[in-house]
């Protein structure tokens, strides 16, 4: 069974624009969470979607943003980009019935 | 909200030694204990989870136990090897927001040979 993917996997932007992310979770798992990974922060959950719904949100400011699809992949967005937004962002996905949630490989995005 | 402390930052064992890495956690309600390993470059890695009705879980060299009363949860690593060196990251979740770990910031293991 295929794993996580995520798409790009590097990505360099400049302050002020915006970037889609997007993650493809293992076939027939529903549940997509999104955490971003800094040297400084570690690993801080960004939100988790369920059936094209959001289920749980972390503490970003409403630039960050997402979306899932009726197939479970999901997006990501971030608005208006900032410095401190360079970072690794990763996805993970889970069964409907299963708290195992499993990686895909990250977006390293780096903010200029 | 959850808060996830873990300790130590960094550890150096010589291969074959033991190695313990130990978190806390603030929140009565979490329920599921998982740990990951992310070796330089790559996504984490689910090595080994627990559960709150669970005491211990062991995998191999590898074992977890759990503390409920004292919200604390340490990480086993027996005979260590190179290839154990990474970073072990703790995380906590709780009914209900599954979907939402609360990381440890992440312990950087290092098995010299």
């Known amino acids: 069974k295929a794993g996580v993917t995520q798409t790009p996997r590097y990505l360099i932007k400049t302050r002020g624009q915006q970037v889609t992310l997007s993650c493809s979770p293992i076939?027939?798992?529903?549940?997509v969470s999104w955490y971003q990974q800094t040297p400084g922060q570690g690993l801080q959950f960004l939100f988790e979607y369920f059936s094209e719904t959001q289920r749980n949100k972390g503490n970003f400011p409403g630039r960050f943003s997402g979306r899932q699809f009726s197939n479970s992949r999901s997006e990501m967005n971030v608005s208006t980009l900032e410095l401190g937004d360079s970072a690794l962002y990763l996805c993970a996905s889970s069964l409907p019935t299963g708290i195992e949630q499993f990686f895909g490989p990250g977006t390293r995005l780096t903010v200029l | 909200g959850e808060n996830v402390e873990q300790h130590p930052s960094t550890l150096s064992v010589q291969e074959g030694d033991s190695a313990v890495i130990k978190c806390t956690y603030s929140d009565s309600a979490s329920n599921y204990f998982p740990w990951y390993k992310q070796e330089l470059g790559k996504r984490p890695q689910l090595i080994i989870d627990?559960?709150?009705?669970?005491g211990e879980k062991k995998d191999q060299r590898i074992a977890v136990t759990l503390n409920k009363t004292a919200k604390h949860f340490s990480l086993h690593i027996t005979e260590t090897q190179p290839e154990d060196s990474a970073v072990y990251f703790c995380a906590a979740s709780k009914r209900g927001s599954q979907g939402n770990l609360i990381f440890g910031k992440g312990t950087k293991l290092s098995v010299k040979p």
């Open positions: 627990i559960r709150s009705n669970v």
């Open positions: 076939s027939g798992h529903r549940s």
